[in-house]
T-cell receptor
Framework: AQSVTQLGSHVSVSEGALVLLRCNYS??????LFWYVQYPNQGLQLLLK??????LVKGINDFEAEFKKSETSFHLTKPSAHMSDAAEYFC?????????????FGAGTRLAVHP | DGGITQSPKYLFRKEGQNVTLSCEQN?????MYWYRQDPGQGLRLIYY???????QKGDIAEGYSVSREKKESFPLTVTSAQKNPTAFYLC???????????????FGPGTRLTVL
């Protein structure tokens, strides 16, 4: 069965610094991976998704993620953090067993951006 | 504007009462989902539906019930049998339940339920 692990429940960066949020997956088949962002008291918004077309995936708001099969990772990065990036970020993988495309979420990483 | 609406945004319930959370979508999606979110636990699937008048239990269905009488609506009832109902509830939809594996799930803004 597929699963994801997000390393670090809280990450804090300075405004303008690199953002790196870590996600490792476990899958016996080629995975399909997603990053979602959740602002306080709101629903989830898709940032980007990996569907095997390219290993480097670009998303909204200058976020990108690189799929590395050798490391079973799909880390999310952004070159320069903005205060508005403060939110919770979820990595998710599609679980293909059970007859439907089920999203399996990580526990989330809360990103704080300080001046 | 196409999207998913959930109401109410905040809901308070006394112990022993049933309460129904609304979810409506105008995206013409076949599949709809209900998730529960607790701090530090990510999202857990409660129920899902791939077509009108059909729905299936997810990972934590005990104490919850749903209906799917219309394509655009998928209300969730939190019953008194749910032992710890205080949580943030998110509704989502996608074009198909078992379509392309990269079909995106779109989320509503959520309902925060507090049991007093």
């Amino acid at each position: 069965a597929q699963s994801v692990t997000q390393l670090g429940s809280h990450v804090s960066v300075s405004e303008g610094a690199l953002v790196l949020l870590r996600c490792n997956y476990s899958s016996s088949v080629p995975p399909y991976l997603f990053w979602y962002v959740q602002y306080p008291n709101q629903g989830l918004q898709l940032l980007l998704k990996y569907t095997s077309a390219a290993t480097l995936v670009k998303g909204i708001n200058d976020f990108e993620a690189e799929f590395k099969k050798s490391e079973t990772s799909f880390h999310l990065t952004k070159p320069s953090a903005h205060m508005s990036d403060a939110a919770e970020y979820f990595c998710a993988v599609i679980n293909l067993s059970g007859g439907y495309n089920k999203l399996i979420f990580g526990a989330g990483t809360r990103l704080a951006v300080h001046p | 504007d196409g999207g998913i609406t959930q109401s109410p945004k905040y809901l308070f319930r006394k112990e022993g009462q049933n309460v129904t959370l609304s979810c409506e979508q105008n995206l013409n999606h076949d599949a709809m989902y209900w998730y529960r979110q607790d701090p530090g636990q990510g999202l857990r699937l409660i129920y899902y539906s791939q077509i009108v008048n059909d729905f299936q239990k997810g990972d934590i269905a005990e104490g919850y019930s749903v209906s799917r009488e219309k394509k655009e609506s998928f209300p969730l009832t939190v019953t008194s049998a749910q032992k710890n109902p205080t949580a943030f509830y998110l509704c989502a939809s996608s074009p198909r339940l078992a379509g392309e594996v990269w079909d995106t799930q779109y989320f509503g803004p959520g309902t925060r339920l507090t049991v007093l």
